[in-house]
């Protein structure tokens, strides 16, 4: 499991609501949080914030896959759950699947 590394909530991008999004690829579960109005801005946010560092990718491999995205960025909701969706994408050749979660602030 990898997370990545930890943000300060003014580093998240601004928004109303926050989403936790959930990348498992090449092996490892990558975890981080994305605010926006909607689920497409903070997905859009989170695309925008992630970076070779984070997940250990050549930034060409990055950059197609943010670009591949940004292109038809249309979470699904997850069929019989509230306030889950899920996306899906290669990266470097290998399928990136990205659970992203409403998440309730306490």
């Known amino acids: ?4 590394p930890t943000r300060r ?11 936790t999004f959930l990348m498992d690829w090449n092996g ?13 801005e903070a997905t859009k946010g989170w695309l925008n914030q992630l970076s070779i560092e984070e997940i ?3 930034e060409r491999s990055l950059s197609l896959f943010k ?7 249309q979470p699904i909701a997850i069929e019989g759950n509230t ?9 470097s050749g290998e399928l990136a699947i990205i659970n992203i979660i409403d998440t309730l602030e306490k």
């Open 1 to 4: 499991l990898h997370s990545f």
């Open 9 to 19: 909530s003014s580093d998240l991008m601004s928004g109303t609501k926050l989403y």
């Open 28 to 40: 490892g579960t990558f975890i981080s949080q994305s605010r926006g109005d909607n689920i497409q």
């Open 56 to 58: 250990k990718t050549s």
């Open 67 to 73: 670009s591949s995205l940004q292109d038809d960025l």
């Open 83 to 91: 306030s889950v969706w899920c996306l899906s994408e290669f990266i």
